[in-house]
């Protein structure tokens, strides 16, 4: 292989160096990760001038320069060899142009088709960190790497407990699904949290497949699929959040200490179901708002205008009465929120101080236990139901379109929005046949 060293910015005082050589039918280039100083390049050497009348403290830069680029340069070749004998056939341009981040990542085992289970997963994961995208083309979010993560220490206990050594690419098969099924269902997991593993792992093994990693093409077979279960979706009624807002809290503890948590997290909450923000967005709202107030001389405007953290969209929506009495009450200034996790722990305390505590049948999340399951109102609501709450309530109202409604909400497509709604598809299907009976009555 004939590689030859360019400059990829001639024009600039310091630039850096790409490995340039014909490869799979065309012309390939590769960054070599070293910067030069332009004006001690010789083009036609293709390394840097090191002459006796420079300071030696110089000449040791440049010659340390030059080492690295040959260093670089051998590295390439010895890639193309090392691959060639892995795979006994000579790479691919996308194969072999991986093989080469890798080595420039520092990574023991250039050769991807070497990598065992674990390294690949583990690979799979830091380039999902930094070069991955989602469908939108954004950067993947953290939970799902952390999720990413999450999914490798499991699969790392179920081989230590179950296997008596590291996972392989061969060893998933319908036997290994349904058992490591089985011990996620044993440590208490959902239904829900066992399918998302499972979904992960299918990725893995999918996108490893497709590198040419295994042949094991188990993630095809029907029991790879995810398993579902369509847990019990629950919501705040107009008139349940007419006696949120009005109940009683308790506002002195046992020890006489004043307890502002409760009434804090009922009031963002209550914004919440009124607003459908997300918690990302609800952080925020303590500081839009206050600006707003300010900019209205002490009123609280009619709208609120911001950029969703989730999606990065742009929406605009209404401030209601019952959101502008809240505001009221803090004077422009609502209470900043807790995290995520204290305030799903003060939303279940506060329901229950309003009595919100109507007894709900739902289906077993268990899948070693699948009997109906009975459970007080207030356990099912999390902050994020607000959001549920705001677009159920408001869809109800039956005075928006779906379309209109999904432009508060934020929601990517209709079919999302109907699928996050607390309403079935007779629901519906009833509302848009009493439109089709009305639009027929008054064409006749």
């Known amino acids: 292989m004939n590689i030859s060293v360019l400059?990829?910015?001639?024009?600039?005082?310091?630039?850096?160096?790409?490995?340039?050589?014909?490869?799979?039918?065309?012309?390939?280039?590769?960054?070599?990760?070293?910067?030069?100083?332009?004006?001690?390049?010789?083009?036609?050497?293709?390394?840097?001038?090191?002459?006796?009348?420079?300071?030696?403290?110089?000449?040791?830069?440049?010659?340390?320069?030059?080492?690295?680029?040959?260093?670089?340069?051998?590295?390439?070749?010895?890639?193309?060899?090392?691959?060639?004998?892995?795979?006994?056939?000579?790479?691919?341009?996308?194969?072999?142009?991986?093989?080469?981040?890798?080595?420039?990542?520092?990574?023991?085992?250039?050769?991807?088709?070497?990598?065992?289970?674990?390294?690949?997963?583990?690979?799979?994961?830091?380039?999902?960190?930094?070069?991955?995208?989602?469908?939108?083309?954004?950067?993947?979010?953290?939970?799902?790497?952390?999720k990413y993560r999450t999914v490798l220490l499991q699969l790392k206990r179920f081989a230590t407990t179950q296997l008596g050594r590291a996972m392989r690419f061969e060893d998933w098969d319908e036997t290994l699904v349904n058992r490591y099924k089985t011990f996620r269902a044993n440590q208490g997991c959902k239904v829900s949290t066992i399918g998302k593993d499972l979904a992960v792992i299918k990725v893995w093994l999918k996108k490893a497949h497709h590198r040419k990693l295994h042949d094991n093409r188990s993630f095809l077979e029907p029991y790879f699929v995810p398993p579902k279960h369509r847990g019990l979706k629950v919501h705040l009624s107009l008139e349940d959040l007419d006696t949120l807002e009005k109940a009683m809290l308790p506002s002195v503890g046992r020890n006489g200490r004043e307890l502002k948590a409760l009434h804090h997290v009922r009031d963002l909450f209550l914004v919440a179901c009124w607003t459908g923000a997300r918690y990302s967005d609800l952080k925020r709202f303590p500081d839009l708002i206050g600006d707003l107030w300010d900019q209205h001389g002490g009123q609280c405007p009619d709208e609120l205008v911001f950029v969703q953290d989730k999606t990065d969209d742009r929406v605009r929506i209404p401030i209601l009465d019952a959101v502008k009495r809240i505001v009221a009450k803090y004077d422009g200034r609502l209470p900043k929120a807790m995290s995520n996790q204290k305030m799903n722990r003060v939303i279940k305390e506060v329901l229950a101080h309003a009595g919100l505590t109507r007894t709900i049948e739902m289906a077993s999340g268990d899948p070693q236990n699948t009997k109906p399951i009975r459970t007080p109102f207030n356990e099912l609501v999390t902050l994020h139901t607000a959001r549920r709450t705001f677009a159920t309530n408001m869809w109800e109202l039956q005075v928006l379109s779906a379309g209109e409604l999904r432009s508060l909400t934020g929601h990517e497509s209709e079919q999302a929005l109907l699928l996050y709604l607390n309403v079935d598809r007779e629901q519906v299907a009833q509302r848009a046949g009493a439109k089709l009976r009305e639009a027929l009555r008054q064409r006749a």
Not at 32 to 46: A, S
Request: charged share 30%; with cysteine.
């Open 7 to 146: 400059l990829l910015r001639p024009s600039n005082p310091e630039c850096g160096t790409v490995a340039s050589f014909h490869f799979d039918g065309a012309k390939r280039r590769k960054g070599l990760g070293v910067t030069v100083p332009t004006e001690r390049w010789d083009r036609k050497r293709q390394r840097l001038k090191v002459s006796a009348t420079l300071h030696r403290d110089e000449r040791t830069r440049l010659m340390a320069l030059n080492q690295r680029i040959d260093q670089q340069l051998k590295a390439i070749q010895d890639t193309f060899h090392s691959l060639s004998y892995a795979l006994e056939r000579e790479p691919t341009w996308e194969e072999f142009s991986r093989a080469l981040d890798r080595l420039q990542a520092g990574e023991e085992k250039v050769v991807e088709a070497t990598l065992t289970f674990y390294e690949w997963v583990e690979s799979f994961i830091v380039e999902s960190e930094t070069h991955r995208t989602n469908a939108k083309g954004q950067k993947l979010h953290a939970r799902t790497i952390a």
